[in-house]
């Protein structure tokens, strides 16, 4: 059995989300996913908008999520992998090479990290610019 760890942030979960989430389980028999607490978030990025609990009901309830894991860290181990007994580990094309680097070089240095596309023309930034345009008692 393969198990399948990604890690994300989940704000405002969206089309994005899911379509990553269906691209990773697609990697393994199970999907983990590691879930960065607000704190974490907020030393690289902006402070999510949903609470971490929040995030975390929300990914459990996607049909491709088998486990959720709270307050994932932003660097994988190889502790965190034995500990979780994970043979994979999928992220997305979206980080910079420096970042990469930071978050997944064991991953990269065991031969366990598989990239996907991102999903172009949706993200959690994007849907908060597009909710600060709206005029005032705009429902469209």
């Known amino acids: 059995m393969i198990?399948?760890?990604v890690?994300?942030?989940?704000?405002?979960?969206?089309r994005g989300h899911v379509e990553f989430l269906k691209q990773a389980r697609t990697f393994g028999d199970v999907l983990?996913?590691?879930i960065h607490s607000d704190e974490t978030v907020s030393a690289y990025?902006?402070?999510?908008?949903?609470?971490m609990d929040e995030r975390v009901?929300?990914?459990?309830?996607?049909?491709?999520?088998?486990e959720v894991i709270s307050d994932a860290p932003l660097r994988v181990t190889r502790d965190w992998l034995e500990l979780h007994r994970l043979d994979l580990?999928?992220?997305?094309?979206d980080l910079c090479d420096?970042?990469?680097?930071?978050?997944?070089?064991?991953p990269r240095q065991l031969g366990v990290l598989r990239i996907v596309p991102y999903t172009n023309g949706v993200s959690t930034s994007q849907i908060i610019a597009r909710i600060r345009l709206r005029p005032d008692g705009d429902e469209s």
């Open 98 to 106: 420096e970042s990469m680097r930071a978050m997944y070089d064991v």
């Open 45 to 51: 990025k902006r402070r999510p908008v949903m609470r």
């Open 57 to 66: 009901s929300v990914v459990e309830a996607c049909r491709f999520v088998d």
């Open 89 to 93: 580990v999928v992220h997305g094309d």
């Open 32 to 34: 983990v996913v590691g």
């Open 7 to 14: 890690d994300m942030v989940a704000d405002l979960f969206h």
């Open 3 to 5: 198990r399948v760890y």
